[in-house]
């Protein structure tokens, strides 16, 4: 996205032609008014809420660029194609965050102190949004004062001992003075020394507890223009100088003096009114008459702690009013006051976006009135510009409209200088109203001041008396009305005096004038009404967004939350989960020698098992089948490490299958166990049945023997018999030889007649037995 060059738009052109070119015309008389920036460094806590997003870029001494951040208004228009998120602004000067208060002072100050001092008039101002540093500018800190002590210090440098000390020459009106006679002197040192008093004991308080005061150094009379300086004192011969100084601020749109011991909680707000001649002044203002640096400094302390000011959102003492410092510098020759010049420092309260400071009730209508009166300065300024850029046709600036303007409009019409220090900071949260800000001061750089023409001498002084009346000045009254004649009213003056005719000429003039201004208020006040409501309709907008995003974010930060609690608890979760699975996993720890050696156990009963199974088979027996360990194995199902995702879960798994392993082989163990006392039992019967039946194969075995032997002898018994036999056959061969007849009867009487015969003759040897057959055993 381009930047917007404003001076190329013409947008927020500063420097446009035709306003130099009437500048240039129109002599020393005019000049444009003098804005400095301002940038303040980021403090340490904006650091840290990443405040820092390079929305204030500066670019050269003069130039800056604003970035919107992300998230401003600014950078959703310009995504909605409404504006740019790029503005550029170029300045008189523009002082960075490391400048110095002393830089500040030298850069942007000295000038129109110099001016000051040389009897012209001059305001200076700090405006920018809350918490930007327009009081730190202003005021400093006691370490780091502010360019308001340095001025004081410039002056009362410049001053030396050539101060006035008779306190009866005192600032009357706008710019009169007035005549004290030795009462009213009296009541004037009495009435400082009641304020200073009061600071007093604070003051040394102070001193005894920390270091001597800085030196501010402001050094003014040796600048480049000392010599000036000097020579204007030498010039000035007997002149004298006397300062005087008020300090007020406008709180709810009334005017307070800071410099009054308040006796009661309610203070009693001052008017503004006009001095006859269109000047606006604060009646019974306080003025106090300073001698030296260290009574202004108390005065400005007393002033300080009289101030409004709260703790925002933003600034934790914020200054909820517009301050003013003002001094007159009386230059008095004897008795005679030759000039008088006033040089003003405002310290403006700060404009803000009342939801961004989170302000309510009292806040919130500070908040109004402050945005009001700014509102309204923004006007005269817009009006001052526009009038001047028609060619300096008569513009209606609504100067009137609020206490501030009202009391700004002589230095926009010719009373003196007027320079604006615009204070901003580089916060990201802030863009958009420090943009606004911005875009205010483009406008203010535009108007052209009517300077008084430096040739002419300053105007001297009117003099007043106690009571107020003019006083005699070589013979002649002045003319200037006292306080008393002034109506009672605001900004009306006394009239009464003049001529019936010129009286009704003047009602008719006026009537008119009236009724015009009337219409012109009417259709200011409708454009006011519109531009507000626009403002709160904006307002509204902007706070229901802000509601919304608030809302969103709060939802998304609660989301965030309950993410980030279910995480810790799923964490948790999981490390009691691990814990459990390390103290299981250390209960169940067993050493790699004693698990070898379990093994080594389980593999000899294994073997042990099989061996008695094949005993048992050997023996013949119907064994159940045993579940070998290998088998068992192998039906067991493994864990699958592949499945499980995460660590805790495998562990648990592992854990379970390893308290599993365990436990079966342990039952396994108890099982084998069993089984082997049951092998054992049955090895012993079978042990004892085979000693049994030993015995009895024993007993069979001898009676066999005892059988086998029976056997033998019958056998050896029947060999006999068979020899024997034999012999009787060959004895009967030899017979049956020798008689024929005897053999043939013998024959006839049969072999087994004959054999009965042999057998029952007595036998002659010992061949002769009896056939008889053995007793058989009855038992195998
Ligand atoms: N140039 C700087 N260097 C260091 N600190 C600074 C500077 N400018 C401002 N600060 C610090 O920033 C804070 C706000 O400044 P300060 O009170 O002056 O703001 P402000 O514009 O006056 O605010 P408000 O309008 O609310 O009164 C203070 O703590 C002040 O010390």
Same mark, same amino acid.
């Given at each position: 996205m381009q930047p917007a060059d404003m001076d190329l738009t013409g947008e927020f052109s500063v420097f446009s032609p035709s306003l130099q070119q009437t500048v240039m015309t129109s002599g020393a008389g005019q000049q444009m008014m003098q804005i400095y920036l301002r940038v303040r460094p980021f403090s340490k806590e904006e650091l840290s809420a990443n405040e820092d997003q390079d929305c204030v870029v500066i670019d050269d001494g003069q130039t800056v660029t604003l970035n919107a951040p992300k998230g401003s208004a600014t950078m959703k228009s310009s995504e909605k194609g409404i504006g740019l998120s790029i503005h550029k602004f170029s300045f008189s000067k523009v002082f960075g965050p490391q400048t110095t208060q002393d830089e500040l002072f030298r850069g942007a100050v000295r000038t129109q102190v110099f001016d000051f001092l040389e009897g012209e008039n001059a305001l200076i101002f700090s405006y920018g949004v809350t918490n930007a540093g327009k009081t730190f500018t202003i005021q400093g800190t006691p370490k780091d004062p502010g360019i308001l002590p340095r001025v004081l210090d410039a002056v009362f440098s410049y001053i030396g001992g050539l101060q006035y000390h008779g306190m009866d020459l005192k600032p009357y009106l706008m710019n009169g003075i007035q005549f004290l006679d030795a009462e009213q002197v009296k009541q004037e040192r009495t009435a400082k020394m009641t304020v200073l008093a009061s600071v007093k004991e604070e003051c040394d308080h102070q001193r005894l507890s920390s270091s001597p005061e800085p030196s501010i150094s402001s050094d003014i009379t040796l600048s480049s223009s000392s010599s000036s300086s000097s020579n204007n004192l030498a010039e000035a011969g007997g002149d004298q100088f006397a300062l005087w100084v008020a300090f007020f601020e406008i709180y709810n749109e009334c005017v307070y003096?800071?410099?009054?011991? /308040?006796?009661?909680?309610? &203070?009693?707000?001052?008017?503004?009114?006009?001095?006859?001649?269109?000047?606006?002044?604060?009646?019974?203002?306080?003025?106090?008459?300073?001698?030296? !640096?260290?009574?202004?400094?108390?005065? !400005?302390?007393?002033? @300080?702690?009289? #101030?409004?000011? =709260?703790?925002?959102?933003?600034?934790?003492?914020? /200054?909820?009013? $517009?301050?003013?410092?003002?001094?007159?510098?009386?230059?008095?020759?004897?008795?005679?006051?030759?000039?008088?010049?006033?040089?003003?420092?405002?310290?403006?309260?700060?404009?803000?976006?009342?939801?961004?400071?989170?302000?309510?009730?009292? #806040?919130?209508?500070?908040?109004?009135?402050?945005? @009001?009166?700014?509102?309204?300065?923004?006007?005269?300024?817009? =009006?001052?510009?526009?009038?001047?850029?028609?060619? *300096?046709?008569?513009?209606?600036?609504?100067? #009137?409209?609020?206490?501030?303007?009202?009391?700004?409009? =002589?230095?926009?019409?010719?009373?003196?200088? =007027?320079?604006?220090?615009?204070?901003?900071?580089?916060?990201?949260?802030?863009?958009?109203?420090? !943009? $606004?800000? *911005?875009?205010?001061?483009?406008?203010?750089?535009?108007?052209?001041?009517?300077?008084?023409?430096?040739?002419?001498?300053?105007?001297?002084?009117?003099?007043?008396? &106690?009571?107020?009346?003019?006083? *005699?000045?070589?013979?002649?009254?002045?003319?200037?009305p006292s306080e008393d004649e002034l109506f009672e009213e605001e900004d009306d003056v006394d009239m009464s005096l003049l001529p019936q005719n010129d009286l009704l000429n003047i009602i008719e003039n006026l009537r008119t004038k009236f009724l015009a201004e009337r219409k012109k208020n009417l259709v200011q006040e409708m454009e006011i009404r519109k531009e507000m409501g626009d403002a709160m309709l904006q307002q509204l907008l902007e706070s229901e967004e802000l509601r919304i995003r608030q809302a969103e974010e709060l939802k998304e930060s609660y989301a965030e939350k309950l993410e980030n609690t279910f995480e810790m608890y799923k964490d948790a979760i999981k490390e009691h989960a691990y814990q459990c699975a390390m103290s299981n996993l250390e209960d169940n720890y067993v050493p790699l020698v004693a698990f070898t050696a379990e093994q080594e156990k389980a593999e000899a009963l294994k073997r042990k098992v099989s061996e008695l199974e094949d005993l048992l088979s050997s023996i013949g027996r119907g064994v159940s089948p045993v579940l070998r360990v290998d088998q068992w194995c192998q039906t067991e199902p493994l864990p699958d490490a592949g499945e499980t995702d995460d660590r805790i879960k495998q562990l648990c798994q592992e854990n379970g299958v390893l308290e599993k392993m365990c436990e079966d082989n342990k039952q396994f163990i108890l099982y084998l166990e069993k089984r082997l006392v049951d092998l054992s039992q049955t090895l012993q019967h079978v042990r004892d049945d085979f000693l049994e039946k030993s015995d009895d194969a024993e007993a069979l075995r001898k009676t066999v023997d005892q059988q086998s032997k029976s056997m033998e002898e019958v056998l050896c018994q029947n060999a006999e018999k068979d020899e024997e036999i034999a012999s009787l056959k060959a004895e009967i061969e030899k017979l049956s030889q020798k008689s024929p007849v005897q053999l043939k009867t013998r024959t006839r009487k049969g072999l087994l007649a004959n054999i009965k015969d042999v057998v029952s003759s007595p036998r002659r040897g010992p061949s002769s037995h009896s056939l008889v057959k053995p007793p058989r055993t009855a038992k195998y």
């Open positions: 003096d800071l410099l009054q011991p /308040s006796q009661s909680k309610k &203070r009693s707000s001052l008017r503004v009114c006009d001095d006859g001649a269109g000047n606006a002044y604060v009646k019974d203002l306080k003025w106090i008459n300073i001698q030296n !640096l260290s009574e202004a400094n108390k005065l !400005l302390q007393f002033g @300080n702690k009289n #101030r409004s000011a =709260a703790a925002t959102k933003i600034n934790q003492s914020s /200054s909820r009013s $517009h301050s003013i410092f003002t001094m007159k510098l009386l230059k008095i020759d004897g008795q005679t006051v030759e000039r008088i010049s006033e040089f003003s420092l405002c310290d403006l309260a700060g404009s803000e976006r009342c939801n961004k400071a989170k302000t309510f009730g009292e #806040r919130l209508k500070e908040a109004g009135n402050i945005n @009001n009166s700014l509102l309204i300065l923004g006007k005269c300024i817009s =009006a001052l510009r526009s009038g001047q850029a028609d060619g *300096m046709k008569a513009t209606y600036v609504p100067f #009137r409209e609020s206490k501030l303007t009202k009391l700004f409009q =002589a230095f926009f019409c010719g009373k003196g200088r =007027a320079a604006m220090i615009v204070n901003i900071n580089q916060c990201a949260s802030t863009y958009d109203e420090t !943009l $606004h800000i *911005m875009k205010f001061t483009a406008v203010a750089k535009q108007v052209v001041q009517v300077i008084p023409n430096e040739s002419a001498a300053p105007s001297v002084p009117c003099l007043v008396g &106690r009571d107020g009346k003019p006083l *005699m000045r070589n013979g002649i009254l002045e003319g200037y």
